[in-house]
């Protein structure tokens, strides 16, 4: 049996919200550019047991994950901006068919190879849609910046980015920041 003074915590220190790392392989011109990365809320459906009295809930069988937001600075020449807007345009595909294939094929960072890729134009066999989606993670770091805990996030892709603001009328710099939303299969958290 643990006494009291194994109950005890061994480490004191806060966590500090801004000693963290932001991470995404689709991504790499994002990376350095984060200001806020939101860990998602994680909830469990419950279910409801039915008496003659009082109906007892107790827990179901799935979990639900919140979206992930990021936010972060657009460098000067938007090339972290295009880089998520190639993405998501990509994925949509507004304008042709061949947009999908070609961010598939051509301009993702997680592509596979595409000579055993079968064109989406094609009927027949699926087209392999790995290089759509990324890993990524949040390294929550020590006060004195060593990784401590690493939340890993599998199979992302954005559903929003934002709008970009310019106002002439600004009598301060305000650098353009920008925050997108992603989804994913599911998120770990591992202590390092």
Known sequence: ??????????????????????GINQLPKVEYFVTQALIPDISLETTVQNTPFKDIPVPGEKLTYGNLSVTFLVDEYLENYTSLHNWITGLGFPERRDQFSKFRDETSNTRADARNTPTTDTIGLATSDKSMYSDGYLMVLSNKNNPIVQVNFQDMFPISLGSLSYDQGLTDVQYLTVETTFQYNIYTIAPL
């Open 1 to 22: 049996m643990a006494g009291p003074l194994d109950r005890q915590p061994t480490k004191l220190d806060y966590a500090s919200p801004t000693q963290f790392k932001f």
